[in-house]
């Protein structure tokens, strides 16, 4: 499955790696520290802005149909153009009706490795 490459948000996203880092404290107050994942994961958080409802009811069919989290897709980079397979972080989905045309989308994609 493929992110239409018309939905790209109005640039209001931010981009960074993540890590998992598991840690225990002991009782005596030192940690042990364990990472999880080899690498590291990006993240991207989108914000659309004014979105068209038209365009947000098409969004919101592609998140039902993957299921939230579950299903995966590849995904293109606007602002670099590299393309990462990646999931939504969250299993919920909130459209925000500015006007009955116009909707406000904000939501995060994990890579998955």
Do not use: C
Request: no cysteine; net charge negative; glycine share 2%.
């Amino acid at each position: 499955m493929a992110w239409n490459a018309n939905w790209s948000p109005q640039f209001v996203y931010t981009y960074g790696p993540q890590f998992k880092t598991e840690i225990t404290e002991f009782e005596t107050g030192k940690e042990q520290r364990r990472q999880k994942w080899s690498t590291d994961r990006k993240r991207f958080h989108l914000v659309y802005n004014a979105l068209p409802a038209a365009t947000a009811a098409l969004i919101l069919a592609e998140f039902e149909t993957m299921k939230g989290a579950y299903a995966t897709m590849s995904w293109t980079n606007p602002a670099d153009t590299t393309s990462y397979t990646v999931r939504f972080v969250e299993d919920s989905l909130q459209l925000q009706y500015l006007t009955t045309s116009a909707v406000r989308l904000e939501f995060d994609f994990i890579e998955v490795i």
